[in-house]
């Protein structure tokens, strides 16, 4: 099935196309006066650049003033072989329709609300015929229904016309275009943009992406640069205004050489202060004692370290390079990188 972008929008238009995959572009007067277009010609010609096929309005009061309208659109420096003239079924519509066919012009006979309307259009050799469904379906009538007769119609006498699904409101009107076996589609690109979006998609590309990144990087490549040193000579007081500064819940204090000494933390904090008062809070941290730290090599897998984040059941882990405190891996680090 074919796949046009509906649109006047110049922006809207470019992110579509860089997708690869459209067919191309209809639009609409209508859709031009509402970008505030006034130079039609001009953005014809822009678009026409932009698009591999593209579908423009041919008005007219009689088939002759529509051919007029056609030919000089194409004179433009339009490509008769990738521009198709959208006409709205009329009896002087469906004329030029049969006109511009024998001149080998591409046409699309729209505004179709019957099956009747559609008849008419395939007999007069339409390359398209387009039913409006959300248009349809606002007056009540079923309008899927009528797609499902065009399509029946076409393969059943055998016309040299596709059937365009259009006035597409949402992305049920998209699978309603498949089951009823359109030819073609032609779809805003808010709607365009939505066709791909699954909850369950996206948990499981997540999942894949996690899984992945645990099993190929490594404790240096995601390690919170933040690293927050004390030594012994340090003073509670000031221990607890350098972790808060650096948001973590814990400290690592380091002896003379770099090395880990252990790791002082806000429960660690919590618990002196109610067993000792707060006169600790002047004490060198070195003369406290403090948890041996967890760790991990910063050379391991992310893999290894959630082996620990789940056995150990922690936030965070002390990254180290030969035993020297290089960073703070957190759990969420795992999935932040």
Known sequence: MELYLDSANLKE???GFKLGFLTGL???????????????????????KMVPVLQIEALGNTAEE???????????G????????????????????????????????????????????????????????????????????????CVKAVKQYGYDTKIMFSSVRNSEHVRNAL????????????????????????????QFLSDTRLMTVRVKDA??????????????????????????????????NGEVAGVFTDG???????????????????????????SIDVNALLNDAAAIFKKMKVDTILATDNNKPVGMLDIQDLKAY
């Open 13 to 15: 238009i470019e992110e």
């Open 26 to 48: 209809t639009t609409t007067p209508t859709f031009m006066q509402r970008e505030g277009i006034t130079d039609i010609d001009g953005t014809i010609v822009k678009l026409s």
């Open 66 to 76: 529509v051919v007029a309208e056609a030919v000089r659109q194409l004179n433009l």
């Open 78 to 149: 339009l490509d008769p072989k990738t521009t198709v003239f959208k006409i709205p079924v009329s009896l002087e519509g469906l004329r030029a329709c049969k006109m511009l066919r024998n001149q080998g012009l591409l046409v699309n006979v729209h505004l179709v609300y019957t099956l009747q309307q559609a008849y008419m259009a395939m007999q007069a050799g339409a390359s398209y015929v387009c039913p409006l469904v959300g248009r349809l379906q606002d007056q009540g009538h079923d309008a899927v229904a009528l797609v499902e007769q």
């Open 179 to 206: 089951t009823a076996g359109a030819h073609t589609i032609t779809v805003p690109l808010k709607i365009l943009k939505s066709l791909t979006e699954n909850n369950f998609t996206t948990i499981g590309t997540e």
């Open 223 to 256: 390690i919170n640069s933040i690293n927050p040193l004390v030594n012994a000579d340090t003073n509670l007081k000031d221990a607890i205004v350098k972790m808060t500064e650096y948001g973590f819940g814990c400290i690592t204090v380091v002896n003379d």
């Open 268 to 294: 660690d904090l919590r618990r002196l202060l109610q067993n000792d008062g707060e006169h600790i809070l002047d004490k060198k941290i070195g003369s406290l004692e403090y948890k041996t730290p967890i």
